[in-house]
């Protein structure tokens, strides 16, 4: 028995020199992988930067582990962030175009299987005016979860020259097509602004969309809209054109813009959205197949509502009439 004991000891021991040799052999081949060889003089200084790349790698993976559970915790569920092409800028040329940048935000409030309330924020940059908007909607999906539903109400706030207007807007969205319908109400009077009497617009645009089975989403659209100061003024825009998204997240658009009789002008844009939550799972590509047949359409619940964030205005300048963003 005595003789067992003293065996399996040494066996132990044996075992533990073993591990202890294969770890410092896997340690040494380790640093020697990526620069010169170890000598008695800086195998201390090798280990030392060693262990801290471990540290730093180990932190970093932890970093990045937080921040994926964040994503996918957070009440956040759409950010997009865009940058296009415009042809209605304020007494600018019906044909030349201006850089539009946006940011938009939505949040969630409350949420069941069939309701969905939020906040939608967003931010937008155009020929050299910055514009606000906050809104609040709600939405309602069936439970076959292939029909939406819903409405909002919007503030608008023109950071620069004060103007601001009140918005609402009606949406109905499938899997085939999507049809909404904004109302836009000025709340600001006339403004003096850069020598300039600026008066905001009423209006209301009207957007269709019909889904194209291609890359990983793609529509074909048609928006027109009209807007009038009350006192006989009004102009009329109109833009139709493709939306694509070629890569999971990033959205291309090519479209065709018109003011009131002027000519078309092509513009583009590009947009990337930060999947939130529900919205990360793996994006796959379309099948190519046209189909009436109306499909789960969840995720389209967390988006943001598509409408017109920046104040439609009429200026007059020494007796000329112009209008625009």
Request: charged share 25%.
């Amino acid at each position: 028995m005595l003789h067992f004991l003293i065996l399996n000891i040494h066996n132990m021991n044996l075992n533990t020199s073993i591990v202890k040799v294969v770890s410092t052999s896997a340690l040494l081949l380790s640093l020697n992988t990526h620069s010169e060889s170890i000598t008695p003089d800086n195998i201390v200084e090798k280990t030392k930067n060693y262990v801290t790349n471990l540290f730093n790698n180990a932190k970093d993976q932890a970093v990045d582990d937080f921040e994926k559970d964040v994503v996918r915790e957070t009440d956040f569920t759409h950010l997009e962030i865009s940058v296009g092409q415009d042809i209605f800028d304020l007494g600018g040329s019906s044909t030349s175009t201006k850089t539009k940048t946006e940011a938009v935000g939505v949040y969630r409030l409350h949420e069941n299987d069939n309701t969905f309330i939020f906040n939608q924020t967003s931010l937008v940059n155009y020929n050299g005016r910055r514009t606000i908007n906050l809104g609040l909607g709600a939405r309602e999906i069936n439970d076959d979860e292939t029909v939406i539903y819903g409405g909002n109400i919007f503030y608008d706030y023109e950071l620069d020259s004060n103007h601001d207007r009140l918005g609402l807007g009606l949406e109905y969205i499938t899997s085939v097509g999507e049809v909404r319908f904004n109302k836009y109400k000025a709340l600001s009077k006339t403004i003096n602004y850069k020598s300039s009497d600026e008066s905001a617009l009423d209006g209301h645009d009207f957007d269709i969309s019909y889904n194209l089975p291609y890359l990983h989403s793609s529509s074909i659209f048609y928006n027109k809209g009209k807007w009038e100061d009350g006192v006989g003024y009004e102009v009329k825009t109109k833009q139709w054109g493709l939306k694509a998204e070629p890569i999971p997240n990033l959205h291309l658009s090519v479209a065709s813009q018109k003011q009131d009789s002027n000519e078309d002008k092509t513009v583009s844009s590009l947009s990337y959205v930060v999947p939130f939550g529900k919205q990360q799972a793996n994006k796959t590509m379309q099948d190519g197949k046209f189909t009436t047949k109306l499909q789960n359409i969840r995720k389209a619940i967390y988006k943001p509502v598509k409408r017109e964030n920046r104040i439609m205005k009429k200026s007059v300048s020494l007796g000329v009439t112009a209008s625009g963003y």
